[in-house]
């Protein structure tokens, strides 16, 4: 079973927005102008009453005279004369009472017709200065001009009256009136309604044609296309907001989709590049060598091949993990210095290979050595990868210094070697997977560990930040919030 609200959901918003502009329009011309119509009707019937009024006045003046003299049976053609329209004695029914409701005289037919008298006396009694009644009930009164009859009460005298005048005149006039106007809201207000839905849907087209270029632009990108961008409106409105947005979001996309094509030439080749070293001196082996020490050689050959595709695939697949989104982590509070010994450990070896020296230090403070929130293996893994890079770079001889300074808010770790530092042109890109320095050619790597680490660091809304040192070496700042 359809409802109102489900017949609205089919509807396009364009359709909508008429409607609602139709309806609350509609809502106010009709509330205006029951108010306006209610007013003129009431001041339409002030008027007419005020007219009976002066009517009735001039009739009791000439009554009042007769009545001086004794007389109470008065011309009808003086009654007549000069009177006011639209009350004259052609379409008007008067009556002279007596206190006791007695009929004293009365001018026209009314034929079993009695007006109310009493309760019109209780009126004038209580202070009125007349007593007014609208008539419907003209089943008595032979042919009726009107479906509704006005009937006015009036003391003939200003004090205790004895006599009173009871003038009777159809609301021909009026319920004309009322009628007319009442036919121009009916057929009037409908059509103003209408000719507003037109119109608002006319201006909702007008209005919403930006959106309606978005639309249209926006379905014909796609993949091969991410470098079209949707039209922004000059206007400085929502509209023009909602494009740039899209634009800002389209450019984001056209930019992850780049790095993940780049990210696959980059992988394919790293990882063709070991298989097909193991490949030719397979078949190089199997053609030529029969010796027992060659086949040593060449079986460590291929477990050093072996061991750096393992550590590509293993690279590949964190980065891949921490794509996964913040679900896959293990986050808890955790102690950096701890992470950074555990890490030097694992060090140890490749540092002495080289006689490098790790200077490890921690300032003192009086933070108490806060602990941090981070995933453990995520943080030594990007401790890891900034010390080996540092120890690969840093020549034989020489010193790393890593600093711990505890903040108010955060904790920062400098890592800093004495190696030949970064050239500038370089630095944008040290982050980005499989990035490695034109004189890092004879050095070992793959350039993800980098990377890697920067994506620890966003995934821990951490800072991490290399500059060139003087004269010599780079420096690493990483900054995490206290837990």
């Known amino acids: 079973m359809y409802t109102l609200k489900n017949i609205f959901g089919f509807l396009n918003f364009r359709i909508k927005l008429a409607l609602i502009f139709a309806f609350i ?46 007389v109470y049976d008065v ?60 008539v419907h009930d003209l089943k008595n009164l032979p042919n009726p001009e009107s479906d509704s009859y006005r009937l006015i009460t009036f003391p003939i005298e200003n004090k205790n009256p004895k006599f009173f005048l009871q003038v009777i005149v159809p609301r021909t006039l009026l319920e004309t009136q009322i009628q007319n106007r009442l036919l121009i809201f009916q057929f009037g207000i409908p059509a103003l309604i209408f000719l507003s839905m037109a119109i608002g849907y006319y ?24 470098s079209d961008r949707v039209p922004v409106p000059e206007t400085r409105d929502e509209f023009r907001h909602l494009a740039l947005t899209i634009n800002q979001a389209l450019e984001r996309i056209e930019k992850s989709f780049q790095s993940q094509e780049k990210f696959i030439a980059d992988a394919s080749h790293q990882l063709l590049s070991p298989l097909t070293i193991l490949k030719g001196e397979l078949e190089l082996f199997i053609k030529k060598t029969n010796k027992a020490s060659e086949i040593d050689s060449f079986l460590l050959t291929q477990h050093l091949e072996i061991e750096n595709l393992s550590q590509i695939i293993q690279d590949m697949l964190l980065l891949a993990r921490m794509d996964a989104g913040f679900s896959s982590f293990n986050m808890m509070p955790v102690y950096l210095e701890e992470s950074i010994l555990d890490t030097l450990q694992v060090l140890e070896k490749k540092a002495d290979k080289k006689r490098i ?59 800093r070697d004495q ?17 490695r320095a034109p004189s890092s050619s004879q050095i070992q790597g793959f350039g993800l560990g980098l990377a890697i680490a920067k994506k620890i660091a ?13 004269p010599h070496g780079a420096e690493f700042q990483f900054e995490i919030k206290n837990f």
């Open 25 to 70: 329009f509609g809502a106010t011309t009709i509330a205006f102008n029951v108010f306006v119509f209610s007013y003129f009707i009431g001041a339409l019937k002030n008027d007419f009453d005020d007219a009976l009024y002066n009517y009735c006045i001039d009739i009791s003046d000439v009554i009042e005279q007769q009545i001086l003299k004794g």
């Open 75 to 134: 011309n009808p053609l003086q009654l007549g004369q000069g009177k006011i329209l639209p009350f004259t004695l052609g379409t008007s029914l008067v009556l002279l009472r007596h206190r006791d409701s007695r009929i004293i005289t009365q001018f026209g037919n009314l034929g079993d017709f009695i007006p109310p008298f009493e309760t019109e006396i209780e009126k004038i009694v209580k202070g009125a200065d007349a007593a007014y009644k609208t």
């Open 203 to 226: 201006l909702s087209g007008r209005a919403l044609s930006p959106v309606k270029n978005i639309i249209n632009a926006t379905k014909k990108i796609n993949a091969n296309v991410l």
């Open 357 to 415: 020296k790790i200077n490890f230090q921690i300032r003192e403070n009086d933070h108490n050595n806060p602990k941090v929130l981070a995933d453990p293996d995520l943080l030594k893994h990007l401790f890891y990868n900034i010390i080996d890079n540092a120890i690969k770079y840093s020549p034989y001889d020489s010193l790393i210094f890593i600093e711990v300074e505890w903040k108010k808010l955060t904790c920062q770790v400098n890592i």
């Open 419 to 435: 190696g030949p530092g970064i050239p500038e042109n370089q630095i944008q890109f040290i982050f980005e997977r499989f990035s």
């Open 458 to 470: 966003n995934i821990h809304k951490a800072s991490l930040l290399v500059i060139n040192t003087q």
